[in-house]
């Protein structure tokens, strides 16, 4: 009897251990996506406990929002003076500057923050997560569907504009790694793995946004924003996201760099790149609009990304048999 007493236990947790196998990749991709996105319903029965940011455009914001929200699009946090293409156009506030910002808007990091926006957007509540983020606030995560799934889980609509509480916040440093500029990029540009999330036609050169010049960074691959989303503009699961950066060749141990044409969309990208391991994935902010716009620093137009060209001085080009342009990574 004891014997098939022990027999009976050792088959039970023998299962029990199977079982766990089997769904522990369920649970792990449930706890990934968590780490990152909300439900509507998950955020109807937590809505008193968090701050709910929309950072749509105020015009969409005043037709109808989440009730308690308070409205910060992507230029709220950046900055915008002068034209675009100049030296710091479109780049984060210095932290002093960007924690007074975001105190403004009722944030002292106790309390979780919740961004939305409209899906198949340009992604700005990931640009307003990637600030959190890189502001010390971990706690914070997106409305998963935005605003469409707010309103068909039956959440309520309001049209009063919410004027917040200011409150104290302080940004000892910015954290993980989140960001890079201009100077940075262009001596790591042979040494990182570049993606450009624009649509193909920016890619190849069309300017749309008063770009400076048309086309992309040298050795840039580029995966457009939208790839990582489904047709219902839900993003993709960590394993579809893991196989669509291996069929560009890259791994989660790469050191990658993420751009757009003023940081909003590469923003959204970095986060659902380090959501699905890779965690040396980072925006750069300043994006296209400066890079284009400094004249020393080279772009490549048409479908293939090409790569950097080393120089000696502002006018002479390296020639191709140094070993320095041989060892260039030929997609970087």
Known sequence: MMKLRRKSIKICVTGVAILLCLLSPVFSEEATRESLYVGAQWLQENLDKVVVIDARPKTLYEKGHIPGA???????????NGQPGTPGWGEIFEKDKLAQKIGA???????????????????????????????????????????????????KVSTTSVAPKARAFKIPSFQGGYKVT????????????????????????????QEKRGGHIPGALNIPLDSVF????????VEEIRTLMASYG???????????TAGVRSAYMVMVLRMAG?????????????WAGNMDLEV????????PT???????????????????????
């Open 182 to 209: 201009t100077p940075w990029l262009k001596e790591k540009l042979d040494e990182v793995v570049v993606i450009d999330v624009r649509t193909p036609f920016e890619y190849k050169g069309a300017r749309i946004f």
């Open 250 to 260: 890259i791994s989660q141990e790469d050191e990658i760099v993420v751009y757009d």
């Open 278 to 290: 890779f965690e040396k994935a980072r925006n750069y902010d300043s994006s296209f609009h400066e």
């Open 70 to 80: 308070v409205n910060a699009e992507w230029t709220y946090f950046a900055n915008v």
């Open 230 to 237: 489904r047709e219902d503009q839900t993003v993709k699961s």
């Open 105 to 155: 808007l009722g944030i002292d990091g106790k309390k979780p923050v919740i961004a939305y926006a409209d899906p198949g957007g340009w992604g700005q509540d990931g640009w307003v997560i990637w600030i959190m983020r890189l502001s010390g606030i971990e706690n914070s995560r997106m409305l998963e569907g935005g605003f469409s799934a707010w309103r068909a889980a039956g959440g």
């Open 300 to 307: 490549v137009e048409g479908d293939m990304p090409g790569r």
């Open 310 to 332: 080393l120089k000696t001085d502002e006018s002479v080009e390296t020639p191709d048999e140094t070993p320095l342009q041989e060892d260039a990574p030929e997609n970087v």
